[in-house]
């Protein structure tokens, strides 16, 4: 080795090791931490909130201003950051252990304090370090001009850098463009030109050990759980880097990141954001309460229609201070429409009605209903629910107005589903894709407040925010997209977060897919697609108190006869309704061709269940809720809820007032009231010969059980005025 080779050896050498002695030196009050940002978005409170979690010392340039650095999202630009970084920067230049590091603000967060920070920066050995991505951007003819790299990313990103603030600025103050240039072009000509990048003593974090681009490396990066923290883990390069930034296409993923590092929520305290900035009403007078403008979407044929429409009159939150906009694109649900306006116009006296008469297309209504909050400046908040949402909370609400969040959705699912009103992740084209904590999002097994791509069916949308971030947006209009994708697209594009919450439970999503309106009550066959809609429609209110209180909900007026709650009003009505719409009555006579042997010994003027087509829906019935009481009432007997025989029975004095005593093919038999005693009929009522005992006031909706064969020998009793009827099933036969 030449005396000259070894001289220049021993120089870098004293130079690394003195850099590496004063950076040694470093403490986090020599840390100074620099962005930009115009207006204070989600994503810059979401930044300055992370940074205050860590108490880095932040300076924020350009708050306030306009914003001239062209549409950085899709082309080049961003120099009008590099003209305020040079005019701060001249504060500082004298600064000798000063270390500034600049980032972005709208898309970055931090996971670890300036200790680390520094401490990171010292073991690189460098006065000024870029973050690096694998693109070079935005002048891929620069890529051959690149160090060669051995492992990491090998190209410069600006969204990062920090170094002494002397150095920075000296690098800044080069800058002679215009606001609309690329500012990383600018930084990547600098370290390119290897004079300056060895004057400056430049470097790349190619290893992501400060700072994680996360476009073009989203696979690399994986959550990592610690105590009472998250971090986000380079697993390419096993580092834990400190600055996550979601350049370019990689948003949504800094979004789902965000939802957790470094410790928005953890498997020890859940979620500890969700208690931010929350506003209270608790003692505010109604008339205080922020005005809300209800957009009501009924685009296709709903189940459930009455009690969708009913719950906006038992919602915790004045009506005066609701203004209710109803869109009904659909024929059939133009009676319940009516019914509720009938019944409860005095309520909402400023409501706006579009019917199907209109023939105005969804898109078009869901524009006209925002548009209205829009252009009133009194309008606080925009509420839109769609006709697939049982909101059972009545609270709802106000609990989405005190989360203070630009965009939240209540979570809601199909009941035994993992079908949503949210998407946590999209998929490269743009439609749903499943993100890893979806499924335990959806089941409640973690709890918080999630920033998502996608809501629909129901959300609250601040006022101020339509009137200001969106107020130049067309929500819901695209030819090319249904209007449900155009309103995410529109709010993703405007950098408004999304939120779902599931800290409350609010509801559900009925199902409709299968719903036939045809039919003259068609709630009535959604056992199976919306059990718990159905159950709370056509079940007693009191059935469950079987299970809580034997003597009160269950009486035994005969020897082993049974008697308990088990329809509601409604659901006897709508059997009996749906009997007499079919008008399939048996003649009452022994020859019957609906029975396998074309004969009936004990006859009776009835429609059987498979008439009406509903016997495998009354078989779920029995299965669901005549089973359980069978099992608690008969210890012992475990019923396989099989049943040939189930029909609907029609006492008249002029028809078939009684019947003779018989015994039933069935190990226990079911008899329902479908009607009332003294209102609707005369007379009538159960003889059991073997006991001599009557049950002459059977109550409507409550259900008679005792044993078919053997020991329970009975008789119906004659109807001597009206009509009277009764379900009958005999189980197991």
Known sequence: MSSCRLLCLLALTFLHSSVSAEQRSLSAENLLVITAATEETDGFKRFMRTAREFNYTVKVLGLGEDWKGGDVARTVGGGQKVRWLKKELLKHSDKKDLVVMFVDSYDVIFASGPEEVLSKFSRLGHRVVFSAEGFCWPDQRLASKYPEVHSGKRFLNSGGFIGFASDLSTIVQQWKYKDNDDDQLFYTKIYLDKIQRTKFNMTLDHRSRIFQNLNGAVEEVVLKFERAKVRARNVAYDTLPVVIHGNGPTKLQLNYLGNYVPTAWTFENGCAICDDDLLFFTDTPDEELPLVYVGVFIEHATPFMEEFLDRFTTLNYPTTRIRLFIHNNVVYHERHIQKFWDQHRALFPDALLVGPEENLQENKARNMAVEACKKDPECDYYFSIDSDVALTNPDTLRI????NKSVIAPMLSKHGKLWSNFWGALSPEGFYSRSEDYIEIVQ????????????????????????????????????????????????????????????????????????????????????????????????????????????????????????????????????????EDDGGWSGGSHKDDRLA?????????????????????????????????????????????????????????????????????????????????????????????????????????????????????????PTTKGTRYIMVSFVDP
């Open 400 to 403: 989405l107005i005190e989360e």
């Open 444 to 579: 409640g097994k973690r709890i918080g407040l999630w920033n998502v791509p996608y809501i629909t069916q129901a959300y609250l949308i601040k006022g101020s925010v339509l009137r200001s971030k969106l107020s130049q947006v067309s929500l819901y209009v695209d030819q090319e997209m249904d209007p449900d994708m155009v309103f995410c697209r529109s709010i993703r594009d405007q950098g408004v977060f999304m939120f779902v919450s599931n800290r409350d439970e609010f509801g559900r999503l009925v199902a409709s897919s299968n719903f036939n309106t045809s039919r003259l009550h068609p709630d009535m066959w959604q056992i199976f697609d919306n059990p718990v809609d159905w159950k709370e429609k056509y079940i007693s209110a009191n059935y469950s108190k079987i299970f809580e209180d034997n003597t009160s909900f269950v009486e035994q007026p005969c020897p082993d006869v049974y008697w308990f709650p088990a329809f509601s009003e409604k659901m006897c009505d709508h059997l009996v309704e749906t009997m």
């Open 597 to 717: 042997g074309g004969y009936e010994n004990v006859p009776t003027v009835d429609i059987h269940m498979n008439q009406i087509g509903f016997e495998k829906e009354w078989l779920k019935f029995l299965k669901d809720y005549i089973v359980p009481v069978t099992e608690k009432l008969y210890p012992g007997y475990y019923p396989k809820a099989q049943a040939i025989m189930n029909f609907v029975v029609r006492y008249r004095p002029d028809e078939q007032p009684s019947l003779r005593p018989h015994h039933d093919s069935s190990t226990f038999t079911i008899n329902i009231a479908l009607n009332s005693k003294g209102i609707n009929y005369e007379g009538g009522g159960c003889r059991f010969l073997r006991y001599d005992c009557k049950v002459e006031a059977p109550r409507k909706g409550w259900s008679f059980m005792h044993p078919g064969r053997l020991t329970h020998y009975h008789e119906g009793l």
